[in-house]
C-alpha cells in the first residue's frame, strides 16, 4: 500500500487535494452534499491505490535478437514475447525497453486486456551505422489503473547483445602467393628426405580419433602418434592491423581508424571465401578470439568480425612483436597500416622477412587530417620489401585491392625466374 500511494501520478494526487479542500469547505460552511463529493473524491485514489498495490502480477518475458550479428547500416528485429503468469488480472501496462542511443528511440508499449494466462508478442526494428557489442534492455513495465491515478514501476533484469560488425565492401579476385601451409599442424621439414611414414604422422593430440593412431611408428618412438593424411592442407592468411591512436586521424565514424577496421573486415570476408585460414593480429598482438580457422570448410567470418567489431584504438607507442616468435615462416601477410615512423620500420621489415609474401594497403592519414594527399607510409613499405597500395578518404577499397593486385603480379613478373647463362 505505501508504495501504491508513493506511485501515485499528478492526477491522483490532484484528486486527493480537490478532495481535502472540497471537505475543508465543508466544514467552514455546513454543507453536507459538499462533504460527500468530497469524501468520493478523496476515496478514489486510495481505493485505487489499494487495488493496484494489492494485485501481484507475475510477468514473463523473453527477448530474441534476429539476427545477432548484423553489418553496421543493416537492420535487426527485436522480439519481445510477454505471458502473464499470475491468475489475477491486471490494469494497463506501459512498456519501455532501454535501447542504447546508437540503435535509436527507445520504443514504448501500451497494453491492455491482461487476464490470466495472457500472451502478447511485440517487436520492434534497431540499426546502427557504428560497429560495436551493444545491450539492449532492461525493460521497464509500468502498471496504471484505468483512471490513470496510480502507476507502479517494475523492471526486468535480462538483457540481449547485439553485435554490430564493421562495413564491409566485396573485392576482386587478385593473384595471392606464398600461402600454403598446414591446416592444423607445422609442415614437416623433412618433407622432402624422410619417409612417407615420417611425413605423415605427428603426435597424439587430445581429442584425436583414436581410429587415426599409427600403431607401428608409436611402437618405434615409442608415444602415440597419430596419421596426418586424413588433414587437408589450407592456405593461411595473417591480416594485421594497425589500431595505435598515433597511427591515424580523425574522429567518430569519420577517422581513417574506422575506415581501417572496414578495410580489415572487408580483407578478411575475401580471403576466407578464398579459402584461406584467417587470423587477425593487432598492433597490441594477436586476438585470442580469433586463431587459425581449423576446419577449412567451414567458411565462417562471425569470430573474426565480432573481434573487429570492438576493436579500439590502442594507446601504446610500439607495435607488438609477440606473435611473430612463432617457430613456422612463410604464408600470406595482409597488412593494414596507418602511419608509419621510423620506430616502426625494424617490426615492419620482421613482419616482411616472417612471410611469404607480404601485401599492404597504407591508408593516407594525413588526407584524413585535412592535409595535402601524400602517404609515407608506402615508402617506407616499399623500402622494405612490402607490396602496397595508398587508401584516401574518397577512394573506392575495391579499386584498391585491385591496383595491389596489378602491383602483385608486376612484381612477380619483375622477379620471374633465373635465366641460365652457357659460356662456350
Known amino acids: 500500500m505505501r508504495e501504491a500511494l508513493a506511485g501515485m501520478t499528478v492526477r491522483g494526487r490532484a484528486f486527493l487535494a480537490a478532495g481535502v479542500t472540497a471537505l475543508v469547505c465543508a466544514i467552514v460552511l455546513d454543507q453536507t452534499a459538499l462533504a460527500r463529493v468530497g469524501v468520493l473524491v478523496v476515496a478514489l485514489p486510495l481505493i485505487t491505490a489499494w487495488v493496484v498495490g494489492r494485485n501481484r502480477y507475475r510477468l514473463a518475458l523473453v527477448r530474441t535478437v534476429t539476427p545477432q550479428l548484423v553489418a553496421a547500416g543493416q537492420p535487426a528485429r527485436v522480439t519481445l514475447s510477454l505471458t502473464n503468469e499470475g491468475r489475477t488480472p491486471n490494469g494497463v501496462l506501459l512498456l519501455e525497453d532501454q535501447v542504447p542511443y546508437v540503435l535509436g528511440t527507445r520504443p514504448r508499449f501500451v497494453l491492455e486486456g491482461i487476464g490470466a494466462g495472457w500472451k502478447q508478442t511485440v517487436s520492434y526494428q534497431v540499426r546502427s551505422d557504428v560497429r560495436g557489442r551493444f545491450e539492449i534492455g532492461p525493460m521497464s513495465v509500468r502498471v496504471t489503473d484505468p483512471f490513470g491515478l496510480v502507476e507502479l514501476g517494475r523492471a526486468f533484469r535480462t538483457t540481449v547483445p547485439l553485435t554490430v560488425t564493421p562495413r564491409t565492401v566485396v573485392l576482386p579476385q587478385i593473384p595471392l602467393g606464398g600461402a600454403w601451409t598446414g591446416s592444423g599442424d607445422n609442415r614437416p621439414r623433412a618433407f622432402a628426405t624422410g619417409s612417407a611414414e615420417d ?85 597490441t598482438g594477436e586476438d585470442p578470439s580469433s586463431a587459425w580457422h581449423v576446419r577449412g570448410a567451414e567458411l565462417n567470418t562471425g569470430p573474426l568480425l565480432e573481434a573487429l567489431a570492438v576493436v579500439q584504438s590502442a594507446r601504446q607507442a610500439h607495435l607488438d612483436t609477440g606473435w611473430l616468435a612463432e617457430g613456422g615462416h612463410g604464408g600470406l601477410t595482409v597488412a593494414v597500416f596507418g602511419d608509419v615512423d621510423s620506430r616502426d620500420l625494424p617490426v615492419i621489415r620482421r613482419m616482411q622477412h616472417h612471410a611469404g609474401s607480404a601485401l599492404a594497403i597504407a591508408l593516407d592519414t594525413e588526407a584524413w587530417a585535412g592535409a595535402a594527399a601524400g602517404s609515407g607510409a608506402t615508402r617506407a613499405l616499399a623500402q622494405q620489401g612490402w607490396r602496397s597500395a595508398v587508401l584516401g578518404p574518397r577512394d573506392r577499397l575495391d579499386a584498391v585491392w585491385q591496383e595491389l593486385g596489378h602491383s602483385s603480379a608486376q612484381s612477380s613478373r619483375a622477379v620471374g625466374h633465373p635465366r641460365q647463362e652457357v659460356v662456350g
Do not use: C, K
Not at 587430445?206 to 597419430?226: N, Y
Not at 575506415?259 to 570476408?269: G, N
Open 199 to 283: 611425413v605423415t604422422v605427428r603426435e597424439y593430440r587430445r581429442g584425436d580419433e583414436l581410429r587415426r593412431v599409427h600403431w607401428r611408428s608409436s611402437a618405434r618412438v615409442g608415444e602415440l602418434m597419430v596419421r596426418r593424411e586424413e588433414q587437408p592442407w589450407q592456405s593461411r592468411a595473417t591480416l594485421f592491423l594497425d589500431n595505435r591512436a598515433q597511427s591515424h586521424r580523425g574522429h567518430g565514424i569519420a577517422s581513417s581508424l574506422e575506415a581501417a577496421v572496414s578495410a580489415a573486415a572487408s580483407i578478411a570476408v575475401h580471403l576466407t571465401h578464398r579459402g584461406f585460414a584467417v587470423r587477425l593480429v593487432l598492433a
